[in-house]
DNA sequence: TAGGATAATATCGCAATACAATATCGGGAA
DNA sequence: TTCCCGATATTGTATTGCGATATTATCCTA
């Protein structure tokens, strides 16, 4: 298996892919993240969403469903932004790195 | 601009990348970063490539030229087999947040 | 109704990473 | 000699990553 640090930066933009598409919680982000492959455990999670809302990209507010406290997050206008710019790398990245074939 | 954490892991894809294709050195990547919109100082380039080194997905060897020493990278099965990984990523990464269209 | 399982988030403490700034090093030019 | 340049290295601080643990509240079941 390869090395995380690769790789932090996809799920980062994975989160705001998902934020886009409706909002999600923390546990459920997690499964649809191990979905691709990548676990990531509570004391990576947490703080990765506590950080990208500091940081703008995202909103939360905390719900009850089925009786437990879950905090929902969506993505911000400044989110949607950086998710743009994302694409735009990725593209570049593939125009680089993938073989065409 | 976008904040840096989501890039780093592509900066580091381009450069195993880069050194599939040739022997690179520390400057000359950077200005090839460069090119891709990545500013990278010294301080996060020089450990960087030290550290590929160090986990095995480059080797390296200092050679002269025109005067001057260059520490020359270039990349080893390790680090093939890590870049076939992350172009998989890649692929669902862009299956997953690209509009198709 | 007490106890345990479960869902979910939060936080702690240490290790690893990022990075601006600074240092180093050798050669060429003046 | 002295200064500049190309190039790499290191230092010190702040931030991030992450395993482990704590916390909270509900549901289930005996």
Redesign the pocket.
């Known amino acids: 298996m390869v090395?995380?640090?690769f790789f932090?930066?996809f799920?980062?933009i994975h989160i705001l892919y998902h934020a886009t598409e409706g909002p999600i919680?923390?546990?459920?982000?997690?499964e649809e993240l191990a979905r691709h492959g990548y676990?990531?455990?509570?004391?990576?999670?947490?703080?990765?969403?506590?950080?990208l809302e500091k940081?703008g990209y995202l909103e939360?507010h905390?719900k009850?469903?089925?009786?437990?406290?879950?905090?929902?997050y969506t993505i911000t206008e400044k989110g949607k932004v950086a998710l743009e710019e994302a694409r735009k790398k990725i593209r570049e990245l593939v125009a680089e790195v993938m073989e065409e074939k």
Chains 1, 2 share one sequence.
């Open positions: 090395d995380r640090e932090l930066g799920i980062k919680f923390g546990l459920g982000m997690a676990r990531l455990g509570p004391g990576t999670l947490y703080p990765t969403l506590h950080r940081e939360s905390p009850v469903v089925g009786g437990k406290v879950r905090r929902y």
